[in-house]
C-alpha cells in the first residue's frame, strides 16, 4: 500500500458514518424536496419509487430509517412495512409513515403493521425533519447525537450548542445558521445571492451586502487572538470553510 493509499484509508474511516435514510415515494417532485433536505441535514438518502424497488434496496443496505408513503406502485407501503418487519435484518428499523391518509383507523392499521409514526400529507418539511430526529433519538440514540465538526470548531446540533477547542461559542441565529451551512459543505464556496437563500430563505428579501455583516460577527465570534480564521474570504465569489483547517 503505498503512502497515499494508506492516509485515504484513514481519512475514510475515521469520516463520520452518515445515517442511511430509505425513501420509498412515487411522486417525484415530493421525492426531490425529501432527498435536497436530508441531505442538506446530514443523511444519505436511498431512493424508491415502488414498494419492489424500495424492499430491494432494504434488502442490499439495511437503512437507519425508512419514509414509507402508504400508496406505492406494485406493493403498497402497508405490505413494505409488514415485510420489513418479519425480516431480521429490518425488524428493528424504525418507519415513519407518509400519506393522504388521515382517518383514525388508517393511522392505526399503518402504526399496528409496524409503522413508528405517521405524518398525514401536505405536510411540513420541518416538522417531517423533526419527526425524524425524535424517533432516531428514540430507537437509535447514538446516531442522533447530531454533532458536526470542523477543525476545532463543533455544533452540537441537537443542544444548539457551538464550540471551538475547549471555549463555548455564543452566536445569534443567524450566525448559528451560517455556520451550520458552512459545516455541512466544506470547502464550498457559496455566493452571497446563495447564502441568502440557504439561510435567510428564498422568498425573504434582504441585502446581499447584509451577508458581510453577519460573516463579520461570525468571525468575531470564533476567532481569539492568534487564532486561524475558518471562513474564507474568495474575491468576486464568495465564502468558505478553509479545507486546509480541517482535522
Given at each position: 500500500m503505498?503512502?497515499?493509499?494508506?492516509?485515504?484509508?484513514?481519512?475514510?474511516?475515521?469520516?463520520?458514518?452518515?445515517?442511511?435514510?430509505?425513501?420509498?415515494?412515487?411522486?417525484?417532485p415530493?421525492?426531490?424536496?425529501?432527498?435536497?433536505?436530508?441531505?442538506?441535514e446530514?443523511?444519505?438518502?436511498?431512493?424508491?419509487?415502488?414498494?419492489?424497488?424500495?424492499?430491494m434496496?432494504?434488502?442490499?443496505?439495511?437503512?437507519?430509517?425508512?419514509?414509507?408513503?402508504?400508496?406505492?406502485p406494485?406493493?403498497?407501503?402497508?405490505?413494505?412495512?409488514?415485510?420489513?418487519?418479519s425480516?431480521?435484518?429490518?425488524?428493528?428499523?424504525?418507519?415513519?409513515?407518509?400519506?393522504?391518509?388521515?382517518?383514525?383507523?388508517?393511522?392505526?392499521?399503518g402504526?399496528?403493521?409496524?409503522?413508528?409514526?405517521?405524518?398525514?400529507?401536505?405536510?411540513?418539511?420541518?416538522?417531517?425533519?423533526?419527526?425524524?430526529?425524535?424517533?432516531?433519538?428514540?430507537?437509535?440514540?447514538?446516531?442522533?447525537?447530531?454533532?458536526?465538526?470542523?477543525?476545532?470548531?463543533?455544533?452540537?446540533?441537537?443542544?444548539h450548542?457551538?464550540?471551538?477547542?475547549?471555549?463555548?461559542?455564543?452566536?445569534?441565529?443567524?450566525?448559528?445558521?451560517?455556520?451550520?451551512?458552512?459545516?455541512?459543505?466544506?470547502?464550498?464556496?457559496?455566493?452571497?445571492?446563495?447564502?441568502?437563500?440557504?439561510?435567510w430563505?428564498?422568498?425573504?428579501?434582504?441585502?446581499?451586502?447584509?451577508?458581510?455583516?453577519?460573516?463579520?460577527?461570525?468571525?468575531?465570534?470564533?476567532?481569539?487572538?492568534?487564532?486561524?480564521?475558518?471562513?474564507?474570504?474568495?474575491?468576486?465569489?464568495?465564502?468558505?470553510?478553509?479545507?486546509?483547517?480541517?482535522?
Open positions: 503505498t503512502n497515499l493509499d494508506a492516509t485515504s484509508a484513514v481519512l475514510k474511516q475515521s469520516s463520520p458514518r452518515k445515517p442511511v435514510v430509505l425513501v420509498a415515494e412515487d411522486e417525484m415530493l421525492m426531490t424536496l425529501l432527498r435536497y433536505n436530508l441531505e442538506k446530514g443523511y444519505r438518502a436511498l431512493d424508491a419509487s415502488d414498494g419492489e424497488q424500495a424492499l434496496l432494504a434488502a442490499e443496505e439495511t437503512p437507519d430509517l425508512v419514509l414509507l408513503d402508504w400508496m406505492m406494485k406493493v403498497t407501503g402497508i405490505e413494505v412495512c409488514r415485510r420489513l418487519r425480516r431480521a435484518e429490518t425488524r428493528n428499523v424504525p418507519i415513519i409513515m407518509l400519506t393522504a391518509r388521515g382517518e383514525e383507523s388508517d393511522r392505526v392499521r402504526l399496528d403493521t409496524g409503522a413508528d409514526d405517521y405524518i398525514t400529507k401536505p405536510f411540513s418539511m420541518t416538522e417531517l425533519l423533526a419527526r425524524i430526529r425524535a424517533v432516531m433519538r428514540r430507537i437509535r440514540p447514538a446516531l442522533a447525537e447530531d454533532i458536526v465538526k470542523f477543525g476545532d470548531v463543533s455544533i452540537d446540533r441537537s443542544a450548542r457551538v464550540r471551538r477547542g475547549s471555549r463555548d461559542i455564543h452566536l445569534g441565529p443567524t450566525e448559528y445558521r451560517l455556520l451550520d451551512h458552512f459545516m455541512q459543505h466544506p470547502g464550498r464556496v457559496f455566493s452571497r445571492e446563495q447564502l441568502l437563500d440557504a439561510v430563505g428564498s422568498g425573504i428579501y434582504v441585502d446581499a451586502r447584509t451577508v458581510d455583516v453577519h460573516i463579520g460577527r461570525l468571525r468575531k465570534a470564533l476567532n481569539e487572538p492568534g487564532q486561524t480564521d475558518p471562513i474564507r474570504t474568495v474575491r468576486s465569489a464568495g465564502y468558505a470553510l478553509d479545507e486546509s483547517l480541517k482535522v
